[in-house]
């Protein structure tokens, strides 16, 4: 399940924050961590960071055009990378650095549907044993 999704441009702003569980942060002060973890990681390792645990939470991190997608997920989600992955998909090729109310609802819808999928898989799956 995606606790939240968070868009973040590479100066660290916080373009959107849509929280969909109980995982809630100042958005403020996300995009700045996120931002400031991501520039240390470059000079450390010439690499981006893509995931980071914190307390019960996994924070998945991928690149979409020029702005960071993070969701959050429970620390045992094994669906984490594909879920996030979907949501991505949705931000490819829409972002200007501007997140429409439009987008937003993609987003959401994405979140939605990633988490319904993995749903009725589990409940065709636990009809069948």
Do not use: C
Not at 42 to 47: A, L
Not at 65 to 71: I, K, N, Q
Not at 97 to 115: G, Q
């Amino acid at each position: 399940m995606i606790h939240s999704i968070y868009v973040v441009n590479e100066a660290g702003e916080t373009l959107t924050a849509i929280n969909l569980g109980k995982f809630k942060m100042d958005d403020a002060l996300f995009g700045g961590f996120l931002s400031s973890i991501q520039m240390y990681s470059q000079k450390v390792s010439g690499k981006e960071v893509n995931e980071l645990s914190l307390e019960d939470y996994r924070m998945m991190i991928s690149k979409a055009g020029r702005v960071f997608l993070v969701t959050i997920h429970d620390e045992n989600d094994k669906d984490a990378i594909t879920a996030n992955s979907r949501v991505a998909e949705v931000l490819d090729g829409l972002v200007n650095d501007i997140i429409t109310d439009d987008t937003v609802v993609l987003l959401k819808k994405a979140a939605e549907d990633s988490a319904g999928g993995r749903n009725r898989a589990n409940d065709w799956a636990s009809k069948m044993l």
